[in-house]
């Protein structure tokens, strides 16, 4: 990827069992970062190591990721926590529930319900700062991006596309079916970890009524 940076492929499709081989191997090299490593950008099945190639050369760097990889301790990876997520469903909070409901011939309530029902696993943290992509959304309600994407997602809004779901951590442009808000805030640069989720944690979504959700501490 360049001249500063590898690309650690550790399987060719997206499933829980390769993505914990890339956290593992991601937890391995961040625990004991090699000098010129300037980054580590883990992904669903992939990680990403960036250098500084006047420290540490591609080739050694390559070297040092396979002993290393060859020489997992897989009980260094954390337990995963699981973090549980208020959302109000449908209405101004999930202007495409009806929608998605449509598309697969369910009721808004089938769909909440639906959506509510898996422990998700945190694949990786991407697209802004905090955000997490969710795995995997049950077959039923699994359904394609919008046609056109919003030009501005609210913070808190939590969407569905194809069979992941995420919270969108900051205001952004977005083309994610929106199904929901979360009073949670998933990332704040004033805390000692910004982002309230990493990868590897596992979450669970429960509804609250919209006044609740107002009245949540910010």
């Known amino acids: 990827m360049g001249d500063r940076s590898l690309l650690v492929e550790l399987g060719d499709t997206i499933s829980s069992n390769v993505n914990q081989s890339v956290q593992e191997l991601f937890t391995a090299l961040d625990s004991q970062l090699p000098a010129g490593v300037v980054e580590l950008v883990p992904a669903y099945r992939s990680l990403l190591v960036i250098c500084d190639p006047l420290i540490l050369r591609l080739t050694d760097l390559e070297g040092l990721i396979i002993e290393i990889h060859d020489n997992l301790d897989r009980s260094q990876l954390p337990q995963p926590r699981t973090v549980e997520i208020p959302v109000v469903y449908g209405d101004r909070y999930g202007p495409d529930l009806s929608d998605v409901a449509k598309f697969h011939g369910l009721t808004p309530e089938e769909v909440i319900d639906l959506h509510i029902r898996p422990t998700y696993r945190v694949y990786m943290i991407g697209f802004t700062p905090g955000y997490p992509y969710l795995g995997e959304l049950p077959e039923e309600i699994a359904t394609p991006r919008r046609k056109t994407p919003r030009t501005r997602v609210p913070r808190g809004s939590v969407g569905i596309a ?19 808000w979360t009073p949670v805030k998933l990332f704040d640069p004033g805390r000692k970890v910004p982002s309230l989720l990493v990868m590897g944690d596992r979450v669970r979504f429960y509804t609250i009524a919209a006044g609740e959700a107002e009245k949540w501490p910010s």
Do not use: E, F, L
Request: hydrophobic residues 25%.
């Open 162 to 180: 194809q069979k992941q779901s995420g919270i969108y951590s900051v205001d952004s442009p977005g083309g994610w079916q929106i199904i929901g």
